[in-house]
């Protein structure tokens, strides 16, 4: 049955000073009779007149992971955890082009959990988006820094357990800031962003001196738009290619990383020059993604001293480079699916505090509703600059549903 408004004052006129777009903006706006579910969407309430909308869905990962250490010594680890719980609300007000964005975080692991004390914050997103422009739309708020492609996919959408380890050393993650882009220029072929963040980070505040990052990024579609922040190809449907290119300076950071990463032991600021290149290709149930990173950045002394009154001497930066290789395939008229990944951390140049990583493994996926509901299990051998016969072995199965 039809949801009944508010209903207005009707005892009181409004004031001759209150301006009559105020009046006609402010007056109820009736619901729909009926809510729209669609899986992995969620659940929709919208206006009569349409200029109203609310979307709400939640979702969560239960991981499981085995690790076995191959170093002399090595230990052998077990454990299960809720990854991820998320809750969001998103939709248009006030017109569909003004639309907003809020996302909550409410597992342990997403909250920076340690022992008793929380890390962060549980809130992910909070931004508004203003498309009247479809050529300069502006997005304002906490966000994911549209760096990197597999970063700003949904861990929601991966068709492995999780990203690669090369993303988490050198992508952007969120922060508060706004870019202007477009996703329809030459017939939705040429997308790009134009963005500027303070660089403190997700939920991050402080007063300081300005450091802060700037971005661009482009990508070419020569097929057209397509569903390209989605891994996997649910389509099955003839070749489509994605090409993006990223850069990002990031000024000043307290942080080693930028908005991610530890302030470093000396308390002093790291300056970097990062780029991003990668390539998407899906084609009748196969894709695949690559993606390379090359990070110049430099130190900035701090006046950090120890116990004895010693000023700590300066860390290098982290300069290198990464990449990484993912492919997998859905097999036809199934829901089972088969993936495998390579990827690579190295640093560079005489003076660098960046590890060596290195990454191989295989997945398997059980599609039950597309990426709403599934079961992904993963095996990868983990190593560092002491080879790969002193690596660890990771194995992991995770559960995902949502609405």
Known sequence: MPIAAPKAKTDEAPSPLVPAWEIERMKPHPIKPT???????????????????????????????????????????????????????????FGKHTKYKTEIAISPRDDAMRGSFVGTAPLLDWNMTFDKLKAATLVVGQYKVPFSRQRVVS????????????????????????????????????????????????????????????????EVLPTGNFQDYVEGDFERTAPRVAIGASYAYVKDSPREQGPLGSAPADAGLTSFHAIEADVLLKAYGFSFTGEFFLREAKRKGGDAVDDMGVPIPVEDAR????????????????????????????????????????????????????????LQGDVFRLWGEDGIADGTDMVRVQLEAGL
């Open 319 to 374: 300069t290198g480079l990464g990449y990484f290789a993912q492919a997998g395939y859905l097999l036809p008229q199934s829901s089972v699916e088969v993936s495998a990944r390579y990827g690579d951390i190295r640093p560079t140049g005489s003076k660098t505090s960046l590890p060596e990583r290195h990454e191989v493994g295989v997945g398997l996926s059980y599609y039950f509703a597309q990426h709403v509901f599934k």
């Open 155 to 218: 861990s929601g959408s991966l068709q492995m357990v999780d990203r690669s380890i090369v993303q988490s050393e050198f992508n952007l993650d969120r922060d508060v800031g706004f870019d202007l882009r477009s996703t329809s220029l030459l017939d939705g072929r040429f997308h790009y962003n134009l963005g500027f963040y303070p660089g403190e980070g997700r939920n991050a505040f402080e007063l300081r001196k300005l450091n802060h990052i700037y971005l661009a990024r482009v």
């Open 35 to 93: 809510m729209a579910f669609r899986p992995g969407k969620g659940v929709t309430f919208a206006s009569d007149d349409g200029q109203f909308e609310i979307n709400t869905k939640i979702r969560g990962q239960a991981l499981g992971t085995f690790e076995a250490e191959h170093a002399a010594g090595g230990d052998v680890l077990t454990g299960a955890q809720i990854r991820r719980a998320r809750l969001a609300f998103q939709g248009h007000m």
